[in-house]
């Protein structure tokens, strides 16, 4: 847990915070109360800033998002996990710090590794939910049909088409074949080689 004069230098240093001085840093800073107001009432200790914790908020919506108010549940949870993950690891900082035994040490660092755990797992299932209705709403969009050709590629694939044809070889041409002598051969076809077994090709 955090000693009593952590929590009085956390004190102490929030009176140093002025907040946002220009205007623009003011209508972001109360836009964030208005969304996340209530979380930071009882999620942020006193001592602790919640400007940090809008902050954090708002890092998570640029990058995730939300499209619903349920996905913006999960975005404010993952943003509370880590919150007090962080506080965790401030405590754990300030138990190690202190001159006690390690007899006193060491229950309270187990059990605020156990605390760390579950805010690890909720972290996590926040953001597998998050993801899995974000997968959903995309899958549930119609998909935008193709673009039809333009006429210049209409033009391309009708000047294509020629070439293509003139490159086929012709068809249909009859081809005869014999095992018979050169000296067979009828009048006017010609004759490949001229031995036993020769091959006759009737040109057409």
């Known amino acids: 847990m955090t000693s009593a004069k952590q929590i009085e230098a956390n004190r102490r240093n929030s009176l140093k915070s002025t907040g946002p001085k220009t205007a623009e ?59 007090k993950l962080s506080r965790v690891e401030l405590a754990e900082k ?51 049909p193709a673009p039809a050709p333009g006429p210049a590629a209409q033009v391309a694939s009708a000047a294509a088409s020629p070439a293509v044809s003139a490159m086929q070889p012709a068809r249909n041409t009859p081809v005869f074949i014999s095992t018979a002598s050169a000296g067979a051969a009828a009048p006017g076809v010609t004759v490949e080689g001229g031995g036993r077994g020769s091959v006759v090709r009737k040109i057409a």
């Open 25 to 83: 840093g003011k209508a972001v800073a109360s836009l964030n109360n208005l969304r996340h107001g209530l979380r930071a009432r009882t999620v942020v200790l006193p001592g602790e800033k919640s400007e940090e914790f809008h902050q954090l908020c708002n890092d998570l919506e640029s990058e995730w998002q939300p499209q619903s108010r349920t996905e913006q549940f999960y975005v404010e949870q993952m943003a509370v996990s880590q919150w």
């Open 94 to 144: 300030s138990i190690l710090a202190q001159e006690d035994s390690a007899k006193v040490q060491i229950p309270l660092v187990e059990r605020l590794w156990k605390h760390q755990c579950r805010l690890e797992r909720s972290y996590s299932r926040a953001q597998r939910e998050l993801e899995r209705l974000q997968d959903s709403r995309r899958a549930q969009q119609p998909e935008e």
